[in-house]
């Protein structure tokens, strides 16, 4: 990285936070106290990692909302809920809404049911029992015509009055066949119309209990995907906030949990507006939660948001919405979690590092006091600036320079002393 001109923008990190200093190890000498009384540091040679540090909060990547089903009821009781915390599969019951309005009608259908199946039933038997008399009236038909027939064969050799008599009666004969057959034909008709009636009716009372079955099976919330029970906010009529509990009643749009995906978690946290130039997509990250602090945990920036907003209402300071994705799963990390988040912004790989105390700014010159021309100061040339450490050049024809190793006093002296 290339040394930056004096007075130029310099990196700055955030102050909100309150044990960011143990985060930051640096190859500096420790301070001593010489001969003379004073207290020195010794400047030291290497790289200085550049970071910003901001407060973020732990949220999931993936997050569904569930809610009361839509029902005609203006409201739903509460009868179980999980407990907020608890790690749930897909398919779990995390909630169950009172279904006791749904059995009476339940128990109706069945009866319903039950008596329109004995009643088709009936129908099938009746309709078996005319079929074989009307099949029976059509073999004896046939039977009648056929001996007509042959009565008429017979007296082809009688007397015409006879013959004609003959004749007249095989007519009669195939006249009630006809109608017989007719009337097969015709009940078959009738009886499939019966059956489509009842099977109609069936229907109608299946598709009733299956929809009630339905309505019941929908009393309770089940979780679409593994991850974790986040109870929500409610609203009450008094217009506070409280999260959910058995006995409530639940308008049917509002959701009561997020099932959050543990699988794949986030950072979210609020970049200062001054700081948004630094920060880009695919700059890594380092976090420590405050319940872990122990545990280290690294991502890159996914997301910056495009516009500003306020990061506290009413304040003005304005910042953007800024995302990282924590690489692999662990179990420590939960929704909601305070992060500290440490972001890379690159390093300077060779350069003279200076204690950020052993450093004064005054009337935008650079300062430090070494002890072999104590109490007078040497002007440096910053190269980057982080809360902790001052890189500076460490040779310059300006004479801003200053080599590795030289002892500074660790508290250059107040302006008026």
Known sequence: MAPADQGASILTTSRRHPFWPRLLLLPLLAGCAGDDGLDVVR???????????????????????????????SSLIIVELAPEGTVVAVGDTVARFDDSSLARPLADVEDRLRNLAAQREGTVAS?????????????????????????????QFESQTRRQESRLTAERARIA?????????????????????????????????????????????????PGLVVYLEQED??????????GDAIDPWRPIIQIPDLSAMQVTMMVHEVDRHRVAVGLPVKLRLEAYPEAVFTGRIESVARLAAELEA?????????VARIDGSDPRLRPGMTAIVEIGLGEVADAVLVPRA??????????????????????????AVTAMTVAVASGAADGAGLPAGTELAAAPPKEDE
Do not use: C, H, N
């Not at 009529?237 to 058995?246: A, C, E, H, L």
């Not at 009413?314 to 800024?322: D, E, I, L, Q």
């Open 43 to 73: 400047a030291g040679r290497g790289a200085l990692p550049l970071v910003m540090v901001e407060t973020g909060e732990i949220a999931a990547v993936r997050a569904q909302d569930l809610r009361p089903p839509q029902d005609w009821q």
């Open 127 to 155: 309709q078996s029992s005319q079929r074989q008399a009307l099949v029976d009236a059509v073999a004896m038909a046939e039977l009648s015509r056929e001996q007509a027939l042959l009565q008429l064969t017979k007296l």
């Open 177 to 225: 066949l006809d109608e017989a057959r007719a009337k097969l034909v015709a009940q078959a008709v009738l009886d499939s119309l019966a059956l489509a009636k009842a099977d109609l009716g069936l229907d109608d009372a299946r598709t009733e209990r299956a929809s009630l079955l339905e309505r019941r099976r929908a009393r309770s919330l089940l979780a679409p995907l």
């Open 237 to 246: 009529r008094q217009g506070k906030r409280t999260k959910p509990r058995v």
């Open 314 to 322: 009413g304040t003005g300071v304005r910042g953007f919405a800024t």
């Open 358 to 383: 052993a450093v004064v700014e005054r009337d935008g010159e650079w300062l430090v006091y070494p002890r072999a021309t104590w109490p007078r100061p040497q002007p440096v040339r910053p190269v």
